[in-house]
Nanobody, 127 residues
Framework: QVPLVESGGGLVQAGDSLRLSCATSRFTLGNYGMGWFRQAPGKEREFVAAISRLGGRTHYTDSAKGRFTISRDNDKNTVYLQMNSLKPEDTAVYYC????????????????????WGQGTQVTVSS
């Protein structure tokens, strides 16, 4: 039912690392721009990172720069979010999203620009 499936979340200590994965068997992710968003309790969903369809361009929210890395592996039909130096304020449900491109090497940072979403994976960072 859910187009995308996230995995890799968990409970970690501040300063630890996690790698989130996003995959699907329904379509080829290489045809889509991909993004990661997160939502903490009581807060709005926020953009975290995006990678263009061809993988040559990335964009990060300011709080993620230098700590998070988005990447994709077309052979495995998987998109990743490597999160290092995690902080308690990173605690949230993390969602993967796919953007049906209107340009050749599309990349988007707005949630409404994305067409397919996963169920989310919980990331909890304790101090």
């Amino acid at each position: 039912q859910v187009p995308l499936v996230e995995s890799g979340g968990g409970l970690v200590q501040a300063g630890d690392s996690l790698r989130l994965s996003c995959a699907t068997s329904r379509f080829t992710l290489g045809n889509y721009g991909m993004g990661w968003f997160r939502q903490a309790p009581g807060k709005e969903r926020e953009f975290v990172a995006a990678i263009s369809r061809l993988g040559g361009r990335t964009h990060y929210t300011d709080s993620a720069k230098g700590r998070f890395t988005i990447s994709r592996d077309n052979d495995k039909n998987t998109v990743y979010l490597q999160m290092n130096s995690l902080k308690p304020e990173d605690t949230a449900v993390y969602y993967c999203a796919a953007d049906t491109c209107t340009t050749w090497d599309c990349i988007a940072i707005r949630g409404p620009d994305y067409d397919y979403w996963g169920q989310g994976t919980q990331v909890t960072v304790s101090s």
